[in-house]
């Protein structure tokens, strides 16, 4: 891959990438979304049929991103135009709202500055990506899709649950994990804290390394 077609991706666990941009709800920064979690997510463009079954499922769970403490907000490489006529077409077509602003990123500037443009893909269109973004405008998580295959929306508001859960109770969760499972202690620190915690009876503990717990 030559220099011009190198790709910088944002990185976990720092301030994300600011943007300032039109959207179908007027402009929008970053700033606009503190205080909250933030689901950022791009597809390739409007009027496509990939696209349609993911904005219309996000439609579907907004409310329970919102009781989540979550806004929703969508991006492409089109035009406010464009995103209107295909949020209509989809209210008139499918029945579904689509409630949520999407981006207008016809610089490709936001798109750039996240990583969502993937040469190897397409040099105009954004791959399906997916950034979660904590209340303090921390990048908590990303996650990137061919522009073939549709993502599972509620596969995102499990990770938004865990991440909460993680930060709240200063835990871990295993793979799958449901709210209301057990979640993994952190391992212990030292010699000391090791042989207490499995002798504790405060845990369940395969050994000293792995114990998990109910919240």
């Not at 943007?19 to 597809?43: M, V």
């Not at 979640?183 to 114990?211: H, K, L, M, W």
Request: glycine content about 4%; hydrophobic content about 40%.
């Amino acid at each position: 891959m030559n220099e011009t077609n190198q790709v910088t991706l944002p990185r976990m666990n720092e301030r994300a990438p600011s943007f300032d941009a039109p959207t179908t709800h007027g402009r929008k920064t970053l700033n606009d979304y503190k205080g909250k979690w933030l689901i950022l997510f791009s597809h390739p463009a409007d009027f496509t049929p990939v696209c349609t079954t993911e904005f219309m499922a996000f439609a579907r769970h907004a409310e329970e991103f919102k009781n989540m403490n979550c806004e929703l907000l969508g991006l492409s490489i089109d035009s406010v135009h464009a995103h209107n006529a295909w949020v209509r077409n989809i209210e008139q077509n499918f029945d579904v709202k689509i409630p949520f602003p999407i981006i207008a990123d016809l610089s490709m500037k936001v798109a750039s500055d996240y990583g969502m443009i993937m040469p190897g893909a397409s040099d105009t269109a954004a791959v399906r990506a997916t950034f979660l973004i904590d209340p303090d405008g921390i990048l908590r998580a990303m996650v990137y899709y061919p522009m073939s295959n549709g993502r599972s929306i509620p596969e995102f508001k499990r990770l938004l649950s865990a991440l909460q859960t993680a930060d709240e109770y200063s835990v871990a969760t295993p793979e799958s994990w449901q709210p209301g499972d057990k979640v993994i202690v952190p391992p212990p620190a030292t010699q000391q804290e090791a042989e207490e915690r499995v002798n504790s009876g405060e845990y369940d503990c395969v050994d000293f390394y792995f114990c998990t717990k109910s919240l």
